[in-house]
């Protein structure tokens, strides 16, 4: 019968949905982001939002967080002091990465620079087989020698890395054991808990940014859950981690790379959850915000997973220009097209959108916080699609004025009159996310038009019709509270833990027992972990395996049925490839073996829920803001975009 809130740090908006269960009633706050301290917004518009609500902080039961902390430290570089130990001749894995080019036509490819630099890796003697077994035991001596060495260079924080972990972590073990008893303050992470995984790029690059991020989020924890007992809400505190899943405080600062893209993972499940609760399971969900437009397929009321995300890449949108980081993660696309996004002529005369945004500070030239540039935000309140008195529910005037000003330059540049201008800003932003969100679904073997569309978000709700429509979507949906749908997705995502083995073999040569210990292993852990977080109803496992056809790089994730696994069972799962694989491609080579490379397994308890009845302006009586005129047709047949 307590409160839960949960809140969600965005770009430009942190977002709050109060959740009361004596009364049924859900409350929507929002308040503009603070970028040098994104925590001071959460824990001011948390104060404000019980204030509202005329409760006092001490019924709040639990808040569920969801931060860009992690996802803003790897961008811009704010995470601890590395240094890396690994295998000798290992040393820069991180570096060389794959040798693939990510667009084959630039003549200057840039690549992420690595987060250890090269004089802070260093290599150990020790070498295991690809099968585990020890070839040269751990140098304990040269280990110590080793990390003084990067201790006295003003290294915080470890990334453990020896080849073949994946397979016995029992080097990394020994070695965290020695590094603990004679640097005790030093931070630790190891690549078998992080990544156990095939790929000693990956593996590498993910356990370097678990440790770039340790310190960095178990201050920031650590200080928020302070705070928030300070001002007397002392309940629980998980954190949103990008899987869907929520996590306890120790299990996130043990993890803290699990906690890139929470907010977006947020989002996604509201939608699934509002789609449910509506009898709409299949899905795409559009949430549009302040710096970024999002599109994920969701199918029988579950978002799909990928095992692998890329961070800070050097062409935000071009995939394979970041850092690989082996974390499971909602499958989703995004294009840099949000309210904050700029418009600008580039140098053809041509009008670009984005992926420069203007953020919560100064923000668009509307917000009257000095912004000068004109944004997609100014374009929409210029049309009339923003409603300038009531805009965060009449707590923020909107300046028209201010955003005709900064849309008069772009309208001269383009030769346009200023609602032309305007509505070509809007129609570049819709075109750009469409074809994002088609790319998405089709690369998916699926049909966008066979789909509804939720929109959600700040900016979501003002574009879906126009999306939807050059989709070929017939059905657009916009739920109660849209704006704040990441921070009550939430409240509904379940506490999980996910887990990976590396035990790659053909299908015809698993070695099964093997398989099944290890499988066994992980539900344990995964239901332990729960245990301790006070969950051991409604528990739910999952099991999958990365497959592919021998000889092939990538992998596709196979369902694997449940109960214990063996040679009598291999038809079974062999099928279950070739139905993924042919929904995905729509044709299975013949005589070709099929690969197994990780087994994964996901732990999880009861999904929540929060009734969409209790939403304010959920309500069908609810009362008109207003009225004002719009733009139509007229102002996209002057920008050359004809009747639609």
């Known amino acids: 019968m307590a409160v839960m809130v ?102 200057f490819l840039r690549f992420p620079e690595p987060l250890v630099p090269r004089d802070r890796r260093v290599e150990v003697p020790e070498r295991l087989d690809r099968d585990g077994r020890e070839l040269v035991p751990l140098d304990r001596a040269a280990l110590v020698e080793a990390v003084a060495g990067l201790v006295a260079k003003g290294v915080e924080s470890l990334a453990i890395v020896f080849l073949h972990s994946y397979r016995d972590p029992r080097h990394e073990l020994e070695a965290r054991e020695e590094i603990g008893r004679r640097f005790p303050g030093l931070s630790q992470s190891l690549s078998a808990e992080v990544a156990p995984e095939l790929g000693e790029y990956e593996r590498t690059v993910t356990t370097a940014a678990d440790a770039f991020v340790r310190p960095l989020v178990s201050r920031y924890v650590g200080r928020f859950a302070e705070e928030l007992r300070a001002r007397g809400a002392g309940g629980e505190l998980l954190l949103m981690q990008s899987s869907g899943g929520t996590a306890t405080v120790r299990m996130a600062v043990t993890m803290p790379v699990r906690l890139l893209e929470s907010g977006p993972a947020g989002g996604v499940l509201a939608a699934a959850h509002i789609g449910r609760t509506i009898g709409r399971p299949d899905l795409i969900s559009f949430d549009m915000g302040g710096t970024t437009a999002k599109a994920c397929l969701i199918e029988g009321g579950r978002p799909g997973l990928v095992p692998v995300m890329e961070a800070a890449r050097v062409h935000r949108f071009k995939p394979g220009s970041g850092l690989p980081i082996r974390t499971p993660v909602v499958d989703m696309i995004e294009v840099g097209a949000g309210g904050g996004s700029i418009a600008r002529v580039d140098a053809l005369g041509l009008l670009r959108v984005g992926p420069e945004s203007a953020g919560a500070d100064p923000g668009p030239a509307c917000y009257g916080q000095g912004g000068r540039q004109p944004t997609v935000t100014d374009a929409d309140l210029v049309l009339g699609y923003l409603n300038p008195d009531f805009f965060l529910g009449g707590r923020l005037a909107l300046d028209v004025e201010a955003a005709r000003e900064a849309l008069g330059g772009l309208a001269r540049a383009l030769g346009l009159p200023l609602e032309a201008a305007a509505w070509g800003v809007h129609a570049v932003v819709d075109e750009e996310m469409a074809g994002a969100a088609r790319s998405h679904v089709v690369e998916r073997g699926r049909d966008p038009r066979r789909y509804a569309l939720l929109a959600f978000g700040g900016a979501g709700p003002v574009h879906a019709v126009q999306v939807a429509r050059i989709l070929g979507v017939s059905e657009v949906i916009v739920p109660p509270a849209a704006g704040a749908a990441s921070a009550l997705g939430f409240l509904v995502a379940p506490l999980s833990f996910d887990f990976a083995r590396s035990l790659p073999a053909r299908l015809r040569a698993v070695d099964w027992p093997q398989v099944n210990a290890s499988l066994a292993e992980m539900e344990a852990r995964g239901r332990e972990l729960l245990a301790e977080a006070g969950v051991q109803d409604g528990v739910t496992v999952e099991r999958w395996a990365d497959m592919r056809l021998v000889g092939q790089v990538h992998d596709i994730a196979v369902p694997l049925p449940e109960g214990p696994l063996g040679p009598e069972r291999a038809g079974e799962i062999a099928q279950a490839f070739t139905r993924a694989y042919r929904e995905l491609y729509t044709h299975v080579p013949p005589g070709i073996e099929i690969q197994i490379l990780n087994w994964r397994v996901r732990v999880r308890g009861p999904e929540g829920h929060v009734a969409l009845a209790g939403l304010d302006g959920a309500a069908n009586e609810a009362a008109a803001a207003g009225a004002r005129e719009a733009a139509g047709e007229g102002a996209r047949e002057a920008a050359g975009g004809g009747a639609r």
């Open 6 to 107: 949960g809140i969600d740090i965005g770009g430009t908006f942190t977002d709050f949905v109060w959740v009361d269960g004596e009364t049924g009633r859900v409350a929507v706050h929002k308040r503009l982001t603070t970028p040098d301290d994104p925590a001071r917004a959460a824990l001011q518009g948390l104060v404000e939002l019980a204030r509202e609500e005329g409760a006092e902080l001490g019924r709040v039961a639990r808040v569920v967080h969801g931060t860009t902390l992690v996802t803003n430290a790897v961008i811009e570089r704010k995470g601890a002091c590395v240094g890396l130990v690994t295998t000798s001749g290992m040393r820069d894995a991180i570096e060389i990465g794959r040798e693939q080019r990510y667009d084959i036509y630039d003549l």
